[in-house]
Nanobody, 120 residues
């Protein structure tokens, strides 16, 4: 069994910064990709940032230059540094990971979500 535990959300004023953390634990053979998604009230969940095992990263256009995703492979963790936050960044942020628990066994896992609220 694999678990993803998130932390770091909160309330911040526009222009401020937050750092989200997500750590995977349990039966982990290999982590193939880790991503951050967000879902605002009344909207669909959207991909914010992705980091794959080869070091490639991708970002939602609206967060490019403001958000940075990074991974700590030794800790099975992923982080999202969010700078210059805007009210439209307000959402519940979810950590996602694609993990092999064994060489031929893989699955998708989600964190519990952490609220980020940006006040104007």
């Amino acid at each position: 069994q694999v678990q993803l535990v998130e932390s770091g959300g909160g309330l911040v004023q526009a222009g401020g910064s937050l750092r989200l953390s997500c750590a995977a634990s349990g039966s982990i053979y290999r982590i193939n990709a880790m991503r951050w998604y967000r879902q605002a009230p009344g909207k669909e969940r959207e991909l914010v940032a992705a980091a794959v095992s080869d070091g490639t990263t991708n970002y939602l256009d609206s967060v490019k230059g403001r958000f940075t995703i990074s991974r700590d492979t030794a800790k099975n963790a992923v982080y999202l540094q969010m700078n210059s936050l805007k009210p439209e960044d307000t959402a519940v942020y979810y950590c996602y990971a694609h993990i092999n628990s064994a060489p031929l066994a893989f699955s998708d896992y989600w964190g519990q979500g952490t609220q980020v609220t940006v006040s104007s």
